[in-house]
């Protein structure tokens, strides 16, 4: 979770390649011919690794000789040998390193991992990035770098392009080439060793020459770092991800699968998932070419019904919104349309319409205030040409901040016409199904970017549980050597947090068990109980009668007499098969990933297609809700009962997930099956597996760190009631007012010069912040209207390895000198240390003799430069460095 140096990888001043060996020297052939047809305007210098060249390449100078330090260089050498080359580079200052691959080179796993760790255990001491082993290379077409062996050099653009798989690369550089659409990166991670996914996103996330970010990735090797580094590159930048099924995945234990989990997590994170080549392909043209959309309303329209139809059918089919027209509008257009009836939605307009009256209902379509977007769909005419329509929908779209997109169906006809609105910055597909689909993927990034902004806090908010009696029940478990909670501890376990478990009513017998279901009601489901209270999965589902009931009591207990022989039968135990609502039961549990950790799964009972919805704790109400909707349970139940139901169903979901948050000590549960109520959840079983911690986790065990709640604190301040607790999201409208406020003096001393206003994008990277990498505390003042003011900011922000946090602190010009500064301070100081932050950081101005003086205060040693103070604080001795 780093960016140290990466700029010498990106924006390298120098380049050297450095081969050794036959058959890599190929590769480096290969990179020396881009690097130089590149237009890269620094040296390139050509080095060998050994002193005394086996293979021809004596012409080059060996690494020591070269007169000036390379920033970047690309080894091409057999793996085993890099080690060596990365540790003379780094000696010499060498800051980024980019391994390609070594071919033909037989060496065993172990071989591999060890080669591996000695390249890390070389470059970490002299903070030398890697990329790679086996990367394709990079290219930054702003500064002419083609470090790579991509066969065509990509044009200049705002994409990023990052893909775990060089061959994809390749094809999307060449694709990219005929559309003419450009990149700012183009980046192939290799192994990904030590630059991974995460690190270039973090870099990619502050580039100013990257508007958008495209990745093709198939796994990553930490959860936290990347979905801490995918969320705040996502906060400011749209990402759309290709990821491709994993086939070796041993996911077969688990209710669900481990690709539904990488779909939730990046739904999570504010990305758009896409599954084919051709939508890679279409998604870089999209992301160039397209404009932000403030709205899901479409309007269709096209020179007959027939297309059009076509396209509404594919919107709805999808969750799509077609727009209603403005009575204004609808005037308009049928003038247009020389109709006395009111235009609808797919619009048909009439097919011997010239382009100006093309670009006529356009104009009305984009200015009616119900439209968000309009797509335009186009067959061959004999009344006007592709081509100049093309003209004209082109100048409609110059004309509006809307998206219009264009659709142009047919062959020849058509494809200068697709041709002439590319030409004019405009999407242009050849079937209205991809457009739906471009539009569509658009809508979803503005809704996957609701979830990204959400903030579970780590303390419940809507409920009190009863943790002493949750703890309880869990310690004398453990205290017992269990590993599964009996029945009454998991019953207690859940009771605590308001979850409801009813047990099943037990019969001696089979008469017993026939007049129980009698008095229950049908359906029941049946299951036996052993002696010893011996655990099992023995239960007959859905009887219907009497007959039903003796029938399957024969059948579990020749079962049981073959899967637990001489293990005697001690009774029957019953409960309803299905709920009162109607709805089917479900099952909800918790399950570790191997990648992401813990996971939250709602299901159908008893399913053994494992057909689950997935999310990654912590949740509030709003993530919980999207797990209900997604899942469809109580989609055919009335609209008032299926509103109750989603609701109570999403109430378990957040009670479950502070259950994750609060027992450390539980890693997995099953509820099966669960009935839900417009009153209610009822587990009707479940299963809890605990293990006692050598250390508290709790939400360090999930990939996503909740709010951090347990910050807040009300302060009574000269009389004046504040709460101070970490920033959120919806803190962007009084922080702009905080920096708007400011004397132009207290601006140029927070921010080394006058600001009056932070540009949006800014504002929502200062609000939106990831709480595993920063902290922002604001001072709050609510007034008698309940309207919020920030009347001061104390944030940091750690490096990786937590050695070091840099800080800042602002507060309101009109309230400065009153002590609100110290309190910022010290609380923020309190949250460094216990996050373990080795030194707190920050530099002054010189004159800013108030802040210097509070920084003496709290402890800060000062150290004076040019025009600056520079103040740090020691919390923790380093810690020492792995080897």
């Not at 760790?117 to 002299?126: G, M, S």
Request: charged share 25%; net charge neutral.
């Amino acid at each position: 979770m780093t960016v140290r140096n990466l700029d010498y990888l990106f924006h390298p001043h120098s380049v050297a390649i450095v081969a050794e060996g036959k058959q890599p020297g190929c590769y480096a052939d290969v990179v020396e011919r881009n690097l130089a047809g590149g237009g890269y305007q620094g040296p390139i210098l050509h080095a060998r690794a050994k002193k005394h060249s086996l293979f021809g390449i004596g012409g080059h100078m060996h690494i020591s000789e070269l007169e000036t330090v390379p920033d970047l260089a690309i080894v091409c050498a057999p793996l085993r040998d890099i080690a060596e080359i990365v540790g003379e580079l780094g000696e010499r200052g060498t800051r980024a390193v980019i391994i390609g691959p070594s071919l033909h080179e037989k060496l065993s796993e172990a071989q591999v991992a060890e080669a591996r760790k000695a390249i890390l255990d070389a470059a970490r001491p002299r903070l030398l990035r890697v990329l790679g082993p086996g990367s394709g290379g990079l290219v930054v077409p702003g500064c002419g770098l083609n470090a790579s062996v991509a066969p065509v050099m990509a044009k200049r653009g705002r994409v990023a392009l990052v893909v775990q798989s060089a061959a994809i690369a390749a094809a999307a550089l060449d694709r990219a080439a005929e559309k003419g659409i450009g990149f700012s990166a183009v980046v192939h991670l290799g192994a990904g060793m030590d630059v991974d996914l995460a690190d270039v996103l973090d870099w990619l996330a502050e580039d100013p020459d990257t508007e958008a970010i495209l990745v093709q990735f198939e796994t990553v090797p930490t959860a936290r770092k990347f979905m801490s580094a995918a969320r705040a590159a996502a906060r400011n930048k749209p990402i759309v991800a290709m990821r491709g099924a994993r086939l070796d995945t041993d996911d077969k234990g688990l209710p669900f699968r481990g690709d539904d989990v990488y779909e939730s997590a990046l739904r999570r994170a504010g990305w758009i998932r896409i599954d084919t080549l051709e939508d890679l392909f279409d998604a870089a043209e999209a992301m160039a070419r397209v404009r932000p959309l403030h709205g899901e309303r479409l309007a269709i329209v096209g020179n007959g019904q027939g297309l059009g139809r076509i396209a509404a059918g594919t919107l709805l089919r999808h969750g799509g919104r077609l727009a209603r027209f403005t009575p204004e509008t609808g005037t308009l257009l049928a003038g247009l349309m020389r109709t006395g009836s009111a235009p609808a939605n797919p619009l048909a307009l009439p097919p011997d319409l010239s382009p100006a009256s093309w670009a006529a209902a356009l104009d009305a379509l984009v200015a009616d205030k119900e439209v968000d977007a309009v797509l335009a769909v186009y067959s061959p005419s004999p009344f006007a040409a592709g081509t100049e329509v093309a003209e004209a929908i082109g100048a409609a779209s110059k004309k509006t901040a809307k998206n219009i997109f264009s659709c142009w169906v047919g062959g020849s006809a058509m494809q200068q016409a697709r041709q002439v609105a590319a030409a004019q910055g405009m999407l242009a597909h050849d079937s209205p199904e991809k457009a739906i689909g471009i539009f569509l993927g658009i809508v979803n990034y503005e809704r996957n970017r609701e979830l990204l902004l959400q903030m579970p806090p780590s303390v419940a908010e809507e409920f009190v549980p009863n943790l002493e009696r949750a703890r309880e029940a869990v310690h004398e478990a453990l205290d017992a050597g269990a590993k599964l909670l009996p029945p009454r501890a998991a019953r207690q376990l859940l009771l605590a947090y308001g979850i409801e478990a009813e047990d099943s009513t037990p019969a001696g017998n089979i008469d017993a068990a026939i007049a129980t279901a009698d008095e229950i009601g049908y359906p029941v489901d049946l299951a036996l109980n052993l002696a010893n209270d011996i655990d099992h999965a023995l239960v007959a589902r859905e009887l219907r009668s009497p007959e039903d009931i003796r029938i399957a009591t024969r059948g579990l207990r020749a079962r049981a007499r073959k899967d637990f022989p001489g293990v005697r039968v001690s009774g029957y135990r019953l409960r309803p098969s299905a709920a009162r609502s109607g709805l089917p039961p479900l099952r909800l549990g918790v399950a570790d990933d191997a990648v992401f950790g813990p996971v939250i799964y709602l299901g159908e009972s008893g399913s053994g297609e494992r057909r689950s919805v997935v999310a990654l704790p912590p949740l509030n109400r709003r993530l919980a809700m999207d797990l209900v909707t997604r899942g469809g349970f109580a989609r055919d139940a009335a609209d008032a009962e299926r509103e109750a139901l989603e609701t109570e169903l999403a109430t378990t979901l957040l009670r479950l997930s502070q259950l994750l948050t609060d027992i450390d000590e539980v890693t997995a549960i099953e509820l099966d099956p669960i009935h839900v109520e417009t009153s209610g959840v009822v587990a009707r079983e479940r299963r809890i597996h605990v293990e006692r911690r050598g250390r508290r986790l709790g939400y360090r065990r999930f990939a996503i760190r909740p709010y951090p709640k347990e910050l807040e604190q009300h302060i009574d301040w000269h009389g004046r009631k504040l709460l101070i607790r970490p920033i959120r999201p919806e803190d962007e409208t009084t922080l702009a007012d905080l920096i708007v406020s400011l004397d132009p003096e207290d601006s140029r001393m927070r921010f080394f010069g006058t600001m009056r206003k932070l540009p949006r994008s800014q504002l929502a990277r200062f609000t939106q912040i990831d709480y595993d990498r920063e902290i922002a505390l604001v001072a709050i003042e609510r007034d008698a209207d309940g309207v919020e003011r920030s009347l001061g900011e104390a944030r940091m922000v750690a490096d990786p390895d937590n050695a070091v946090a840099e800080f800042a602190i602002l507060v309101a010009s009109d309230v400065k000198g009153g002590g609100l500064g110290r309190r910022l301070m010290e609380s923020l100081v309190d949250c460094a240390r216990n996050r373990g932050i080795g030194v707190l950081r920050g530099e002054t101005l010189s004159e800013n003799a108030r802040m210097q003086d509070l920084a003496r205060k709290l402890g800060f040693e000062l150290k004076t430069g040019p025009g600056v103070v520079e103040m740090r604080l020691a919390l923790h001795p380093p810690a020492p460095h792995a080897a």
